[in-house]
């Protein structure tokens, strides 16, 4: 009996300890913060970044011509993942609709990541198959185009360079020169302190504000 009282005060003192569960309130939706549109906006801007190359994809289309020149049809060589990271990323859709049995056009339009280069290679792909030329030498012929491209692209980023410092150079000189002269020369001071002189340095700081900005433009819309 002693023993039976025991353990039923020890169920009814278990129940009565044991957590009540919480009433759970309902938790307001919250829109997307400002941290997480500017980082969808930066991620998209990457994202558009990262287009392949034409290096990247000339060295697809060289893995696509040894392929079929090695007796593989066009359909198993767009199989094949490329070894250019961005150009696989790419490829992806084209890949999955060709190994689900779509044809290689209708595989080519599902790839939306392309870039000016791999729709350029995409296009003679296309026509190829389409056409039913000899493909290994259509798309050798674009490769070796891609190359002069990214060339081309390499010697004008070059060039940008070059303008681009110039352009920080021709800001900054006579900057520092008047800074200089401000040091050394206590008349130049004194016409600087005065208001014809502070009008004549705020308006060449002004013109020479707008040349880095139009020589800055220019250079942007060369590259």
């Given at each position: 009996m002693?023993?039976?009282a025991v353990v039923a005060a020890a169920v009814v003192a278990a129940?009565?300890?044991?957590?009540?569960?919480r009433r759970l309130e309902p938790v307001a939706e919250q829109g997307p913060t400002r941290l997480d549109i500017a980082s969808a906006v930066w991620t998209l801007r990457r994202s558009r970044r990262r287009t392949p190359d034409a290096r990247g994809v000339a060295?697809?289309?060289d893995d696509i011509v040894r392929h079929v020149r090695s007796g593989s049809t066009l359909r198993e060589a767009l199989s094949v993942v490329p070894d250019?990271?961005?150009?696989?990323?790419?490829?992806?859709?084209?890949?999955?609709?060709i190994d689900r049995g779509n044809s290689i056009p209708d595989s080519?339009?599902?790839?939306?990541?392309?870039?000016?280069?791999?729709r350029l290679a995409l296009g003679v792909i296309v026509?190829?198959?389409r056409i039913g030329g000899p493909a290994a030498a259509a798309i050798d012929r674009t490769a070796m185009a891609l190359r002069q491209r990214a060339a081309d692209l390499d010697e004008r980023s070059v060039h940008a360079a070059q303008a681009r410092l110039s352009t920080h150079v021709m800001t900054a000189?006579?900057?520092?020169?008047?800074?200089?002269?401000?040091?050394l020369d206590s008349e130049v001071r004194s016409v600087v302190a005065s208001p014809i002189g502070s009008v004549c340095i705020a308006m060449g700081l002004l013109l020479?504000?707008?040349g880095w900005w139009w020589m800055h433009r220019i250079v942007r819309a060369s590259t």
């Open positions: 002693i023993t039976a129940m009565a300890l044991r957590p009540r569960p060295t697809w289309c250019d990271p961005a150009t696989a990323r790419s490829t992806t859709p084209l890949r999955l609709a080519v339009v599902r790839v939306d990541d392309a870039g000016p280069h791999l026509a190829t198959s000189v006579p900057l520092l020169m008047l800074g200089v002269l401000v040091a020479n504000a707008a």
